[in-house]
């Protein structure tokens, strides 16, 4: 890094460029494991290697290619950012952003959930932060905010765009968890199609899990926020619905 006057984030965007470069090296590492094993590739959380760098989406659309992975993109996001309006905005457009660029299966998470009444009380209900619900009932609570207040316009065309694509929603995680981890592990195997690799490939198989009861997601967000959430911490601001 010294050697090319680089800091820790530009160390970061040098070391994905040069692996891009060498990603025979990668690829060689990799296919004596493609049969039987079930791969993580865990990347640093720099936002710009994933919002406007192509490098990781490049070295993502080379293993695809020539390794035939079927990948899943999983962001992950602190749950303590939904106590504060204005930075549930910013996680928003990151999330967007990051699935536009990297073109994947995609499921962003709100980590973190089990201390998400650590940071202060949410104007909403969880859902309405997982299910990212109708943004116009945030701009109340971000006018409460001078800073946020000065860019009113801006962050309702912001909520807007977000509105527009209408692809971004999240689910929830606590690592610690055993229930939280494996909801999660279905739903990252059923985006990539993992959860049919045990099966016999045939119509009707498929369809069982096709028609298979649903877990609804608002009774699956309801458990978490009981389980980590006391009722005195859900603040109901009527006044900002309006």
């Known amino acids: 890094m010294s050697e090319h006057s680089l800091g820790p984030n530009g160390g970061l965007v040098y070391c994905m460029d040069y692996l ?3 990603i025979d090296w990668l690829e060689e590492k990799l296919k004596p494991l493609i049969e039987d094993h079930y791969f993580l590739f865990d990347f640093p959380g720099q936002v710009e290697l994933f919002s406007l760098h192509t490098n990781a989406r490049n070295i993502i659309n080379k293993l695809i290619k020539k ?8 962001h992950l996001v602190d749950a303590h950012l939904c106590c504060d309006p204005g930075k549930y905005v910013s996680a928003l457009l990151l999330s967007l952003s990051t699935m536009l660029h990297l073109e994947l299966p995609h499921i962003n998470v709100l980590s973190k959930i089990d201390l998400i009444e650590n940071y202060g009380n949410l104007a909403f209900n969880l859902d309405f932060y997982t299910d990212v619900q109708d943004l116009s009932y945030l701009q109340y609570h971000l006018d409460q905010d001078p800073r946020s ?6 962050t309702k065309e912001l909520c807007d765009v977000i509105d527009d694509f209408s692809l971004v929603n999240f689910s929830t995680l606590d690592i610690q968890d055993k229930e939280s981890v494996g909801n999660l592990v279905k739903l990252i195997d059923k985006s990539n199609g993992y959860i049919f690799s045990s099966i016999d490939s045939s119509a009707v198989e498929f369809s069982k899990i096709a028609a298979a009861p649903l877990d609804w997601d608002y009774y699956r967000t309801a458990a978490v926020q009981e389980k980590y959430m006391k009722d005195d911490e859900i ?3 009527t006044s900002g619905m309006q």
């Open 20 to 22: 891009e470069m060498n």
């Open 67 to 74: 390794l035939d992975l079927r990948l899943t993109a999983v």
């Open 149 to 154: 207040a000065k860019y009113r316009k801006l």
């Open 235 to 237: 603040v109901q601001k």
